[in-house]
């Protein structure tokens, strides 16, 4: 079967993985191959599916689980891609910061720590933080060194094409998957828009924290993501904006909620600022399923690409190749937005 994979992000790069190794004659359309572009450049890899699961979605839970499983032996296909399942530590520094946090910790069924608690754990802690939780099965990735993986796994595969000049792409293959994040609404009308978010680096001596550390201080949300090699992700703002704009207020707010749980990285370097757009659906869940007889879309995941990667490439191959959807999808197919 001949497919063409509109979109050279995360997703549509897992999604023609899976379909060559099923035996899939692959073709991906990427307007920029090799490029920076894509979401996945500005994300930090979390691999939370507790934490990203907000309440009032409760069927993207089974998805973002059943995904979260499959990462360590995905991980282990694709090389050394910075898996790690040191688990995450969520931490609250305020008593109002407490009082939000325990109603997310008791969605996720964790056992609430007091700060000293948390700080036996990670000791670069303020000891301003008064309380935390541990999740001990969620894990990171490095979605540059997963996207360069996916990209060596499609050598030769992979052309340019820019969004907006598909006539053709259609007629020359038996079957066409768009997962082309914000650009799949101007080329299937579907509900998706852009999320704008601010993230930035930092790097200094490796070790300081070995969590995934994800805080809520004085009301100001931030995840701190540390790399073996001593860098620190830190994110990211989610503004309802389409600009690439860096501003003042988003990487203060970043830096000041950082800074607040973990004094420590008032020493390390600033290395990287750096914007982007999640592709945002109306209940920010993704869009699964088929489109018409022939096209399948996969598009709108949101804060959850790289999450997401692994079972959304295993069920688009199966609805490729074999027509039947798995129930998993039947949430997220595309009619639930009156789109035929």
């Not at 931030?222 to 600009?243: I, K, N």
């Not at 088929?290 to 490439?313: E, F, K, M, S, W």
């Amino acid at each position: 079967m001949r497919v063409a994979i509109i979109g050279g992000g995360i997703i549509g790069l897992a999604a023609g993985r899976e379909l060559l190794l099923r035996g899939a004659d692959v073709t991906v359309f990427d307007p920029a191959p090799g490029g920076t572009g894509g979401a996945w450049h500005v994300a930090a890899g979390m691999l939370a599916p507790g934490g990203e699961s907000a309440f009032e979605f409760p069927y993207l839970e089974p998805l973002l689980a059943a995904s979260n499983e499959l990462w360590p032996a995905y991980a282990a296909e694709l090389g050394e891609v910075g898996y790690d399942d040191a688990g995450t530590l969520s931490v609250a520094l305020t008593a109002d910061d407490v009082a939000e946090a325990r109603r997310e910790w008791a969605h996720q069924k964790l056992a609430a720590l007091t700060g000293s608690q948390v700080r036996d754990r990670e000791p670069a802690l303020s000891p301003r933080v008064r309380a935390g939780a541990f999740a001990p099965t969620e894990r990171q990735v490095d979605p540059r060194k997963v996207v360069a993986a996916l990209r060596e796994s499609l050598s030769g595969r992979i052309v340019p094409r820019l969004v907006g000049e598909l006539s053709g792409v259609a007629d020359e293959a038996d079957a066409v998957v768009v997962a082309a994040g914000c650009g799949t609404a101007a080329l299937t009308g579907l509900p998706i828009r852009p999320v704008k978010g601010q993230m930035l680096r930092l790097r200094g001596e490796p070790g300081l924290i070995a969590h995934v550390i994800d805080g809520v201080a004085d009301g100001r949300h931030v995840y701190l993501v540390p790399r073996a090699d001593g860098e620190v992700v830190v994110g990211a703002t989610q503004e309802e904006r389409s600009d690439r704009a860096l501003t003042a207020g988003g990487v203060h707010d970043l830096l000041r909620a950082a800074l607040d749980l973990v004094p420590g990285l008032a020493e390390h370097e600033i290395t990287e600022f750096t914007v982007g757009h999640r592709p945002g659906t109306p209940d920010n869940a993704p869009i699964l399923g088929r489109l018409d007889d022939r096209t399948v879309v996969a598009a709108g995941h949101h804060r959850n690409g790289v999450l997401l990667a692994p079972i959304t490439a295993r069920l688009v191959a199966d609805l490729v190749l074999t027509g039947v959807a798995d129930p998993l999808i039947d949430a997220f197919t595309p009619r639930r937005f009156g789109c035929a």
